[in-house]
Structures are given as structure tokens and as C-alpha cells.
């Protein structure tokens, strides 16, 4: 493929892609290498790429390989140039042959380490000729990279709200109160929301949506803005031993109570009178993906993957 200059000569993806390597490593060697493209091929790329152009792009001496203003400014377009190439080839290779080439699996920290071990499963089971791979990250973080297309697929806690994003549910849980042992609402199996009010309550940092979530759950159990609300840790593993240590009770989403309360016997847990607060977990893809109709697939799969997790997580 080649990109016309005002229709003269014309600048090729292998022009791009050699500068690219050489803006990247500045160094003409180790980018020849990188790309697997002999040293001289490579100069004659970007002496070509620079024609075609009609600027230079490098500043070349005896010791080291600079960009010039111009060549900053075209690397980063190059780069991006590259990139929508790479994804444009992905997608036609996935009309070609569905669950096949790389699958970028987005997934909240307060899901992963609990719905992972089946998701893997499923992958191996079903799709054995996808390459899974898994990027465990918060909401933002996710939704910025499915947007901009680092992220083919994610698995969080919604409904997000967001524009171009569908979202395909997977199940609904409950959430927990854990408190310590001693406590007055352990074991208790009708806890009103309202007992929400008085508590010390413990939550995860800025930033993680289950923090979000409980507050809101907070909120409308009537506790006021502000409350006695204390913000201590960054993963729902150390949450649980400050509560288990006495700090504090938190809310805890079902699938993550057998993993995270095993073998504690500082620990108990309350579960609310009906309906119980609970969040909806579900795959998110971009609206209008070409490869949409796989991921339906992919998420019906997970959704019959899943359906025994609420009953064989009680605790």
C-alpha cells in the first residue's frame, strides 16, 4: 500500500514502518533488527520516505540518529498510521476465521481473581485457537483502551452509561456485608439497608468502581455524604483483613466471599433482607465491532459459564 504526496511519489507502509523502527530505537542497527530488515534496506526506506515527503526526518551523525522536528511530528502519525493498519488486518482476519488471532481481554480488579479461573476454562475449552490475552485494570483505564482500541473485549460491573459501548449482561450478585466475628450483624440473614447509617464503614480507593457502587448503595440506604466512611485500601484482599484486624465491616460482592473469607475465623458475614443491594456484571464491546457477532458468541458462552457461580460461592 502506498499513501500519495500532493500526487507525486508515493510513501509505502514499509517506508513508515522502517522510520518508525528508527524513531523508536534511534539507532539504524538494532531498528533493522527489530523489524528483521537488513541495514541498508532500512536507510533506503526513510531516504525514500523522506523523498516522498519532501522533509527531513533525521539528523544523522557518526555516533547517534536524532529526529528532527519534523520527524517527531511524523513519527507519532506514523505510528498511528501503523496501528489502524494492524487493527484493519485483525478484523478482516476475524470475518476470515472467528475465534481465531488475539482476543485483548479487559478486566476489573474486583472480578478478576474471582470469575478468571472460568473464564480461562471456557477459553481453553471452547476457543483454543483464540490468544487470550488478559489486562487486569480499573473501569477508566479499560474503557479508555476499548475506545481507542487496545482492548477488543471487557468484563466489569455496569451499566457504564458510556456512548459506542454495548453491553452484553452476564449475571447479577448480591452483595455482603463482612464484618468481624464478634460483631452484632454477624450472621445475621435480614439486615435492613438502613443499618448501613451507623456503621464504620471501609471501602476500596478512588478510582475502583465497587467503591462507587457501595456508595451509592450507602446513599440510598439514607447514610449522609461524608459519613463515617474510611478509604484504606487499594485490592478487596487487604480491605478484608482490616475488617478481620477490627477497623471497620465492608461490602463484599458474592463471587468474591469463598476466596477472600477462607480459613479467616476473625471473619463474618451478614446477608441483607430482600432485595438485597447486588451489582450486574457483564462483557462490554464497541458498538458496531466487526467482530460483534463473536462476541455474542463469546458472551452467551461465558453467560451459561457463570450461571452456577452465585449458588457454589455462598459461603
Given amino acids: 500500500m502506498a499513501v500519495s504526496h500532493r500526487g507525486a511519489k508515493q510513501a509505502t507502509l514499509a517506508q513508515l514502518r522502517a522510520f518508525a523502527a528508527v524513531a523508536e530505537h534511534l539507532h539504524f542497527r538494532d531498528a533493522a533488527a527489530a523489524i528483521g530488515m537488513s541495514q541498508p534496506a532500512l536507510s533506503g526506506a526513510v531516504s525514500a520516505l523522506e523523498e516522498a515527503l519532501g522533509v527531513q526526518l533525521l539528523e544523522r551523525t557518526t555516533r547517534k540518529v536524532l529526529l528532527s522536528p519534523a520527524g517527531e511530528r511524523i513519527a507519532v502519525r506514523a505510528r498511528s498510521v501503523l496501528d489502524a493498519m494492524g487493527g484493519l488486518l485483525e478484523e478482516a482476519e476475524a470475518v476470515r476465521a472467528p475465534f481465531t488471532g488475539v482476543l485483548r481481554l479487559g478486566v476489573i480488579p474486583t472480578v478478576a481473581p474471582y470469575l478468571l479461573p472460568t473464564v480461562l476454562g471456557l477459553f481453553h475449552r471452547r476457543y483454543p485457537r483464540l490468544d487470550l490475552q488478559v489486562h487486569e485494570e480499573q473501569t477508566a483505564s479499560l474503557l479508555e483502551g476499548l475506545a481507542g482500541g487496545r482492548l477488543d473485549l471487557l468484563l466489569l460491573a455496569v451499566p457504564l452509561g458510556v456512548p459506542g459501548i454495548t453491553e452484553l449482561p452476564l449475571f447479577d450478585e448480591d452483595f455482603v456485608l463482612l464484618v468481624p466475628r464478634e460483631h ?44 463515617d466512611v474510611t478509604t484504606t485500601a487499594a485490592g478487596l484482599s487487604t480491605l478484608v483483613q482490616l475488617v478481620a484486624g477490627g477497623l471497620g465491616v465492608t461490602l463484599l460482592p458474592r463471587t468474591a466471599l469463598r476466596l477472600e473469607t477462607a480459613r479467616n475465623e476473625q471473619l463474618a458475614t451478614g446477608y441483607f433482607a430482600e432485595p438485597a443491594p447486588s451489582r450486574r456484571i457483564a462483557v462490554a464491546m464497541r458498538t458496531g465491532t466487526a467482530r460483534q457477532e463473536e462476541f455474542r458468541a463469546v458472551a452467551d458462552a461465558l453467560r451459561e459459564a457463570v450461571r452456577p457461580l452465585p449458588v457454589w460461592l455462598t459461603d
Fill in 184 to 227: 452484632p450483624l454477624a450472621g445475621r440473614a435480614d439486615i435492613p439497608r438502613e443499618e448501613l447509617r451507623g456503621l464504620h464503614l471501609l471501602l476500596l480507593d478512588e478510582g475502583h468502581c465497587l467503591r462507587d457502587q457501595a456508595l451509592e448503595i450507602c446513599r440510598d440506604a439514607g447514610r449522609t455524604a461524608g459519613a
